[in-house]
């Protein structure tokens, strides 16, 4: 079974408290976007094989493990654990999505694991938590708002069909080290979470006035300054960081406009793409 499987971003991103185990506790509105990894999964007798085609600007970035320690490969181990499957596949992902992007590109690959193994087998995982706290809203994917450490996902209304750039510099930092400098910043502006989340059902065509994170406070990474301003010089509404960085958004009022702005990105060496936010995580290539 083949599938292309979605990125995310966050619309918007706060982070509410730090628990004792360390996991810090979030508000944010998910959404998937229509940028994919392709991901195909073969049921085999006995081992679990994973092999990975990552282009060049990705990898020289945050080089992909391709071994036992990539998150599709934990998937597809917890599935046959978790379901006492003495079996193996064999999982090949195209990366079309940047690594250290803050767009869950792991988590994605995580669940279109689980979801084509589950379409193959009948089966099912039970916590897919487990895994990454991105990977449970990944297995549907569309308008969510998300609490505590991500495992509380609320859907809310379509919010598909948005124009956006989305663009990312080399430059990255590691979710790890961008949550020890949330934790030192002293009276930070915090996102109206809440907000955009009534604004995506009330009024979506003005909705991106709510959209923020917190993580562009800690970061502070000179290629995000440098691309939101050419994103919003470009005529873009509103221009975001996703995740813990490093890749933003901006969204458009054409596909024109949105075209214009990310050749303008190129040209000054960034990956750059358009797209439109999408109501769900997969689009089924080959089953079979």
Excluded at 55 to 68: R, T
Excluded at 111 to 124: D, H, I, M, N, P
Aim: hydrophobic letters at 40%; a negative charge; proline letters at 5%.
């Amino acid at each position: 079974m083949k599938v292309k499987t979605a990125a995310k971003i966050n619309l918007a991103l706060d982070v509410t408290g730090k628990l004792p185990n360390g996991y810090h506790t979030i508000e944010s509105v998910f959404q998937t976007v229509g940028l994919y990894d392709d991901v195909s999964v073969e049921l085999a007798e006995t081992s679990i094989e994973l092999t990975c085609d990552v282009p060049e600007e990705f990898a020289s970035a945050d080089p992909i493990p391709c071994d036992e320690r990539n998150i599709a490969y934990k998937a597809a181990k917890l599935f046959f654990e978790e379901n006492g499957m003495d079996c193996g596949c064999r999982i090949h992902i195209k990366k079309g999505i940047p690594s250290q992007a803050g767009m869950g590109g792991g988590s994605t690959d995580a669940a279109a694991v689980l979801y084509c193994l589950g379409e193959l087998t009948g089966k099912s995982v039970s916590k897919p938590e487990k895994l990454g706290a991105d990977v449970p809203f990944f297995l549907t994917g569309g308008t969510a708002y998300v609490e505590g450490i991500g495992e509380r996902i609320t859907p809310i209304a379509d919010y598909s069909g948005k124009i956006l750039v989305i663009a990312k510099g080399l430059e990255g930092v590691s979710t790890a080290e961008a949550y020890s400098r949330i934790d030192e910043l002293v009276s930070p502006w915090h996102p109206e979470t809440q907000k955009l989340a009534e604004a995506v059902i009330s009024s979506p065509r003005t909705a991106y006035q709510y959209f923020g994170n917190l993580f562009e406070q800690a970061v502070e990474l000179p290629e995000v300054e440098d691309i939101k301003n050419i994103m919003l010089d470009g005529g873009s509404f509103r221009a975001v960081m996703t995740g813990s960085g490093s890749a933003v958004f901006g969204i458009f009022g054409s596909a024109e406009q949105a075209e214009i702005c990310a050749e303008q990105l190129r040209s000054r060496g960034y990956f750059a793409c358009v797209c439109e936010t999408v109501p769900r995580s997969f689009i089924i290539v080959d089953e079979q």
